[in-house]
Nanobody, 124 residues
Framework: QVQLVESGGRLVQAGDSLRLSCAAS????????MAWFRQAPGKERECIAI????????YYADSVKDRFTINRDNTKNTVYLQMNSLKPEDTAVYYC?????????????????WGQGTQVTVSS
């Protein structure tokens, strides 16, 4: 398993950009698919982006497609989420998560390691 720590969340204006980082500790980072989730008050946790072990495959939720980009640097044990054209509805706590599943999925249940989350607030 790996330990994850997110950073980069803050208060921004609609239309702004942010880059979130997730730093991982553990020698097995390269064997983990990684994902970003978010959770707004009163709503269920939503998977918004997934990246495969090698970084060769990605998934995006429709709500963020064409605005957000996930990537990873396995030499630095870090996964990133670049967020552009932010909207007030993007306001949430953002979490990174890791899975050893061969085929990563959007269900939170397949992720064995989670960060503590970083707050992103987008004002109008």
């Amino acid at each position: 398993q790996v330990q994850l720590v997110e950073s980069g969340g803050r208060l921004v204006q609609a239309g702004d950009s942010l880059r979130l980082s997730c730093a991982a500790s553990g020698r097995t980072f390269g064997n983990n698919g990684m994902a970003w989730f978010r959770q707004a008050p009163g709503k269920e946790r939503e998977c918004i982006a997934i990246i495969s072990r090698s970084g060769g495959s990605t998934y995006y939720a429709d709500s963020v497609k064409d605005r957000f980009t996930i990537n990873r640097d396995n030499t630095k044990n870090t996964v990133y989420l670049q967020m552009n054209s932010l909207k007030p509805e993007d306001t949430a706590v953002y979490y990174c998560a890791a899975t050893t599943a061969v085929v990563p999925r959007t269900s939170p249940s397949v992720y064995h390691s989670w960060g503590q989350g970083t707050q992103v607030t987008v004002s109008s």
